[in-house]
């Protein structure tokens, strides 16, 4: 299968995505946005998988793209939002890989959806409307990479100012701790936030998607396939794997989320999931301060497309 990444490589020769932190504007309402293009014939066919955890917003603009439904493979086209993944979710694409998308900060939910975060769970939507056709606009040159960054910042901005929706400070806590101390107990962050635990995960539920104890077993979970991946961020990951009890525990949890055990997944290319673990790992980097060279990027990238 040949393939020609523009957007990245890691060190391990594994495609990336290009990828940037938001306008401090928009920082507490989007984690990251990124563009993904990888070019590869228009009948090379891709079976993959995505296991984000949060909810995000990705505009295919080539290739002929799939998802599969209750062991069907279903047809999607133009912008979509996607809820946050507790397992694996298939994705197969015919021809080249190109699309572009931000993850939504939790806290944030309401800002970009109109119902509860855990009904679009382990789902995806369209996105039509004024809304879906500002996204197409953002991207129809997907190729002219600033520009397409500056257009979604633009239309992330109008969106926001139109819904004027609120921000709770206890989830965006409760994020920031899921993602760098997931090893906490639910009944400790909730003590920590001044909630009982029962109104926590009603909370978490209503802008995570899935309940307090799944977000940071997963958490855990990503942690551990970045540094499989070779995605370690220096100091913030060092833990990852003194948080399971040994290989079976380690097994168990990419049988959970995966349905595979760690040998295979090292050993197996995942053309769509590592992008978007690399993009989680990108941010983490931000939230850290940490300017140095992003450690598992290749000392030369591909030409970035014009």
Avoid at 104 to 120: G, H, Q, S
Wanted: glycine share 6%.
């Amino acid at each position: 299968m040949g393939l020609t990444p523009r957007t990245g490589t890691s060190r391990d020769g594994h495609p990336l995505s290009l990828s940037r932190a938001p306008s401090g504007d928009l920082a507490r309402f989007v984690a990251r946005f990124f563009i993904l293009i990888i070019e590869r014939p228009d009948d090379a066919v891709l079976e993959d998988f995505l296991l984000h955890e949060t909810a995000y917003v990705r505009v295919p603009t080539e290739g002929r793209w799939e998802t599969q439904v209750a062991g069907k493979w279903i047809a999607y086209e133009g912008p979509m939002i996607f809820g946050a993944q507790r397992k694996r979710f298939p994705v197969r694409c015919t021809g080249p890989i190109v699309a572009a998308g931000f993850a939504l900060r939790p806290a944030a939910w309401l800002a970009f959806a109109d119902r509860p975060a855990y009904l679009l769970a382990d789902r995806l939507e369209t996105i039509d409307g004024a809304w879906g056709e500002a996204l197409r606009w953002a991207c129809e040159d997907i190729r002219q990479t600033e520009r397409t960054f500056d257009r979604l910042e633009q239309v992330v901005r109008e969106r926001i100012a139109a819904r004027n929706a609120r921000i709770d400070p206890a989830l965006e806590r409760f994020e920031a701790i899921s993602r760098l101390d997931p090893g906490r107990t639910v009944a400790d962050i909730a003590r920590e936030l001044g909630m009982i635990p029962r109104r926590l995960d009603r909370h978490v539920r209503a802008h995570f998607g899935h309940p307090p104890k799944t977000v940071l077993r997963r958490s855990r979970f990503l942690d551990m396939a970045a540094v499989l991946r070779g995605l370690a961020v220096p100091d913030a990951d060092d833990l990852a794997e003194e948080r399971f009890y040994d290989a079976s525990h380690l097994n168990r949890e990419f049988r959970l989320f995966l349905d595979m055990p760690p040998n295979r997944f090292r050993k197996t290319p995942t053309l769509l999931f590592t992008p978007g673990l690399e993009v989680r790992q990108q941010r983490k980097l931000t939230d850290m301060a940490m300017e140095q060279a992003v450690p598992w990027v290749a000392p030369k990238l591909p030409r970035a497309a014009e």
